[in-house]
């Protein structure tokens, strides 16, 4: 089969990778005109000592991508209506990015089907750092799909193999919330540990981070027991314990007194849940969903407030009802 990737950071390139070893055509499109070249010598700048075979290519003018059987989307969130706008999809897209666009709330694919009515998006997720994919480790995701199961069974097979699991999914809705939401709450779990609260705390935030999610995608018409699988619980744990963690990192250094700007600086990636919980919160208040720590991460990351005084706050509000949805 053939796959056109769009972004070549690690994510898109580990996907590419991966494909290209199970004898796929892959073609990526960034327009980081560095990070094209490198991969064209066969190398990642954000994955060092990976080698990149010589059937998988990179390039930065978009075109090329039109006409590709399968498209994968790769990009940052908020890149993505513009990327598709300047595009003329024919064949199927598999959404691999995580987020909510802001201003209009809508998930990766409900951009692109807005952008393409007709074309067939495919979601896929779950707990996968780029940098285990790119070397082979085991790992499992989830494919999802809308009302498109023989396709998703095509696709499938494509993507697995022994060390790559792929897991089918109706609700496509929850499977990209789940990979969106999960970013926020890692964020929350990361100002915990760069405080110095303990594992105790970064359990708590996980379990009621789950339900807070849980919640959400619920009254945004996500099926409840999604959330309890790879997109949502596994990505979460993943995403709110490892050091691989980018939003993790990112409220780490909070916690660790850095400045939102100092902490984007130091990392010097893309840290979507800065982003996501932008969008989150105006549509949280928007649907009157109850979401402390939403809530909280918003007004340290965004608002700049005292990190101490909101914890404060937090840890004084009266605990309600543990399931309430």
């Known amino acids: 089969m053939e796959f056109a990737v769009l972004g070549g950071g690690r994510w898109g390139t580990a996907l590419g990778l991966h494909l290209s070893r199970l004898g796929h055509r892959v073609l990526i499109y960034d327009i980081n005109e560095k990070a094209v070249t490198s991969i064209n010598e066969g190398k990642h700048p954000y994955l060092p000592g990976t080698g990149l075979p010589g059937s998988m290519r990179a390039t930065t003018d978009i075109s090329e991508v039109e006409g590709f059987e399968n498209v994968i989307c790769a990009l940052p969130t908020q890149s993505v209506r513009e990327v598709f706008s300047r595009l003329d999809v024919k064949g199927r897209v598999i959404n691999a990015s995580k987020g909510l666009e802001i201003g209009s709330f809508k998930r990766v694919s409900e951009v692109i089907e807005e952008l393409h009515p007709g074309v067939k998006v ?5 707990p996968s750092f ?18 498109s199961e023989e396709e998703a069974r095509e696709l499938q097979r494509a993507f697995i193999s022994e060390n790559f699991r792929v897991y089918l999914s109706g609700d496509i809705v929850g499977v990209e919330l789940g990979g969106a939401l999960k970013n926020v709450i890692a964020i929350a779990c990361g100002v915990s540990d760069g405080l110095g609260f303990g594992h105790n705390a970064r359990a708590a935030l996980i379990t009621r981070g789950l339900v807070e999610m849980t919640r959400i995608g ?3 018409g996500a099926k409840k027991e999604t959330f309890f699988g790879l997109s949502g619980a596994g990505d979460l744990i993943l995403t709110a314990t490892s050091d691989l963690s980018r939003n993790r990192t990112f409220g780490l250094l909070l916690g660790r007194g850095y400045s939102p700007e100092e902490a984007l600086e130091k990392i010097g990636q893309v840290v979507e849940g800065v982003k996501t919980v932008v ?3 105006e549509l949280t208040e928007r ?3 109850y979401a402390p720590i939403t809530e909280a991460v918003y007004r340290v990351v965004i608002l700049k407030e005292d990190l101490k005084e909101v914890l404060r706050e937090m840890l004084l509000r009266t605990p309600g009802e543990e399931f309430l949805l």
């Open 130 to 147: 780029a940098e285990e994919v790119s070397k082979g480790l085991p790992t499992a995701v989830v494919l999802a799909h809308k009302d």
């Open 287 to 289: 649907e009157g969903i």
């Open 122 to 126: 495919f979601a896929l997720s779950g």
């Open 279 to 281: 969008a989150l919160k």
């Open 218 to 220: 619920v009254r945004l």
